[in-house]
């Protein structure tokens, strides 16, 4: 792929009769969802148009800065697919001996992953909306993959439904058994012979597995993942001896694996789409910080910031690392979330 090339753009996963409702959609609509999704998500660091320099906050950027969505000689050598999985993809540690990244991989911190916080038809009405930029129209069937979707699933429900009954009248039969063996040795109890319908049982549970994974496919392309997710209070106790490798960690994680200097600054260095977080330890409650960055939809559902996927560990280390930024406070107010 040449996904690796490509900066800043970034499973297939009831349903049904919402997916019917929204193929009966015009072509205007996917647009005008793609281009209000671009607006509050990737304009402040791609422009209105795509072009670099444009959005305010892409001379602020850390290298690489954003490739320009406009360019067409470039931008159309990439597929469909590659723009996608740009997006939607999660983040690498990109720091030395932090993860694996092969050479086809994205894998540029600066460029969030939206695929914690948008579904993936959102991300392809984004794609289609990008596409748009350089003058090209978006090839992936979306309504055709929806229904391949919906298709798999009423076949999944059709395979469990099957292997349930089947296991049932197993079951009722070895029952059935055990009890007439019972009347013939003249006692109260003999106990079925559950090996009898060993076969129906296992077949029925690999069935709902496969069930429950193409209901996860459905749900994946046309629902939130964060949505009505909340985060439980966490335990941010820290041994004393571990304190440091901590804080060490949390701050490689928030520059070399989820970008977060691309949107917020400590000092000098950083973007200006969040607040400065040059005082995040005397102004920010740690629990509040980690569910925030866990889950920021879940907060603040309009919020720009994106849900990133990173772990418990990984965001009770970002946290304590923020804790620890404490700088004299400035002569001038400091900037104001701006969302």
Not at 153 to 177: F, I, P, R
Request: aromatic residues 8%; charged residues 25%; neutral net charge.
């Amino acid at each position: 792929m040449k996904v690796a090339r490509l900066f800043a753009l970034g499973t297939v996963g009831g349903l049904i009769g919402v997916w019917a409702m929204m193929a009966g959609g015009c072509a205007s609509e996917q647009q005008q969802k793609g281009r209000a999704l671009y607006s509050h998500y990737c304009m402040h660091c791609h422009g209105e148009n795509g072009r670099q320099n444009e959005g305010f906050n892409w001379s602020s950027m850390p290298d690489p800065k954003p490739k320009d969505l406009s360019n067409k000689s470039e931008m159309g050598t990439f597929k469909d697919e590659e723009i996608f999985y740009t997006i939607y993809r999660d983040m690498k540690d990109t720091s030395p001996g932090g993860d694996k990244i092969g050479d086809d991989e994205f894998a540029v911190p600066t460029m969030p992953s939206l695929k914690y916080t948008l579904s993936e038809d959102e991300i392809w009405a984004i794609v289609g909306y990008v596409r748009g930029l350089h003058g090209m129209k978006l090839e992936f069937k979306v309504e055709e993959r929806k229904k391949e979707l919906a298709a798999a699933l009423q076949a999944a429900q059709s395979k469990s439904d099957q292997a349930t009954q089947a296991y049932e009248v197993a079951e009722k039969k070895a029952n059935d058994d055990a009890e007439q063996k019972a009347k013939e040795l003249n006692v109260n109890d003999v106990e079925a012979d559950d090996s009898t319908y060993a076969k129906e049982l296992a077949v029925m549970v690999q069935a709902k597995k496969e069930l429950n994974v193409a209901q996860a496919f459905v749900t994946n392309f046309v629902t939130r993942p964060g949505k009505g997710v909340n985060v439980t209070r966490p335990d941010l106790t820290v041994k004393p001896e571990q304190v440091a490798e901590m804080v060490e960690r949390g701050k490689r994680l928030y520059s070399n694996k989820y970008g977060c200097n691309a949107c917020h600054s400590i000092g000098a260095e950083g973007g200006k789409v969040g607040p400065a977080l040059d005082r995040a330890g005397f102004r920010l409650n740690g629990t509040w910080v980690y569910r925030w960055i866990k889950n920021p939809q879940a907060m603040k559902p309009q919020t720009r910031m994106p849900a990133l996927g990173l772990s418990d560990d990984e965001a009770k280390a970002v946290t304590m690392y923020l804790g620890t930024l404490r700088a004299p406070k400035p002569d001038a107010p400091i900037q104001k979330p701006a969302g």
